[in-house]
């Protein structure tokens, strides 16, 4: 059973950095692709940035590109989401989330209903605060 665990999460202040990890137990199938979800107080979940299963595609939503990057680390089964000039939008608790294509692929995360993903970790939670 795949399961996803985030952590890295906790409070900073407002321009500074966090790096999230994703930790991937289990066999992640081939084409799998690993996407990173946010949800702030009173909000939808939305999509942050995805990932591919080879690690050769990625994509970021607009509010983070440019700010935010996405990189994966297969010898340590651990997706990372390094995020840069941190604002107060930026506080929600984050999820990583898996779901397979029948190629190595990563959908624009914008797009993509968290309502279609297979497996999810618990969340992390960001404040971005003075």
């Known amino acids: 059973q795949l399961q996803l665990v985030e952590s890295g999460g906790g409070l900073v202040q407002p321009g500074g950095s966090l790096r999230l990890s994703c930790r991937i137990t289990g066999l992640l199938p081939q084409n799998d692709f690993i996407l990173w979800f946010r949800q702030a107080p009173g909000k939808e979940r939305e999509g942050v940035s995805c990932?591919?299963?080879?690690?050769?595609?990625?994509e970021y939503a607009d509010s983070v590109k440019g700010r935010f990057t996405i990189s994966k680390n297969n010898a340590e089964s651990t997706v990372y989401l390094h995020m840069h000039s941190l604002t107060p939008e930026d506080t929600a608790v984050y999820y990583c989330?898996?779901?397979?294509?029948?190629?190595?692929?990563?959908?624009?995360?914008?797009?993509?209903?968290?309502?279609?993903?297979?497996?999810w970790g618990k969340g992390t939670l960001v404040t971005v605060s003075s």
């Open positions: 989330a898996a779901d397979s294509y029948w190629t190595d692929y990563c959908p624009p995360p914008g797009s993509t209903p968290s309502s279609g993903m297979d497996y």
């Open positions: 990932i591919s299963y080879s690690g050769r595609y990625t």
